[in-house]
């Protein structure tokens, strides 16, 4: 078994052949995490999750790049939904109704993104503590509702250790990991996971795949982006075995014990 742990089957670029896809994985004994980025695609995971007895779960939540700052102005993504919305915050009551499935295995992606930016320092500062506000209100409810979260983190390492030094302890993964060792083992400490997808073939993380332990490693998509060599085009949930063989060449290790351990590490973190 394989598990992908940040795929997005829920948006608008499988709307023609998602079932197909997902029979597919089931079929090679691939299961696969759903994640949400609003409440739209946060509904449809479920719904995707709920047809399936297992083997596809899902995670809820707001992703920072949805959440409407009323600062900045973040072009529309034709892959992830047909009609793009924003939140202008995060209803709890929304996303909780939601959590009431027993497929929904985590909160997320929930985070911080400074890739789009106001310029001017004050409205930057609105920008981030918007962000920081919104975050913390679904790390609340993941920590009521005893969910992991997955962690979406873009230009703002250094920012997210610190907010989440202050939050206080979680569970959860930091999806695409992009930071350096230091960032990492600073994640680690904090008893997060890192999750490795296709961004490994472009961006050199090799010293931090190389010196953390399998212990600490998931292995996701992320598609339909980030597709991996030899592939083109689409990304889909199969291809994350291309990011298991890449692991296991930098670490230098059996191929086999990076799918056993990391899938071991998903089961144990999402309870699935």
Known sequence: MIIDTHAHLNFNSYKDDVDEVIKNCLENDLWMINVGTQYNTSKRAVELAEKYPKGVYAAIGLHPIH????????????????FKTTEEDFDNKLYRELAKSKKVVAIGEIGLDYYWKPKGTNKKEQFKEKQKNVLF????????????????????HEE????????????????????????AKEYIKMGLSLGLNGIIFKLNIDEVIKEISMNNILIETDCPYLTPPPKEGRNEPMYVKYVAE???EIKNIKLEEVIDKTTENAKNLFKI
């Open 246 to 248: 890449k692991v296991s």
């Open 160 to 183: 997210m250790i610190n907010i989440l030094k202050e939050y206080g302890k979680i569970k959860g993964v930091v999806h695409c990991f992009t930071g350096n060792l230091t960032q």
């Open 67 to 82: 959440l409407e700052t009323g600062l900045v102005k973040i072009k529309d993504d034709p892959d992830e939904i047909q």
């Open 137 to 156: 209100k679904q790390l609340d409810l993941a920590k009521e509702l005893d969910l992991p979260v997955i962690l979406h983190c873009r230009m703002a």
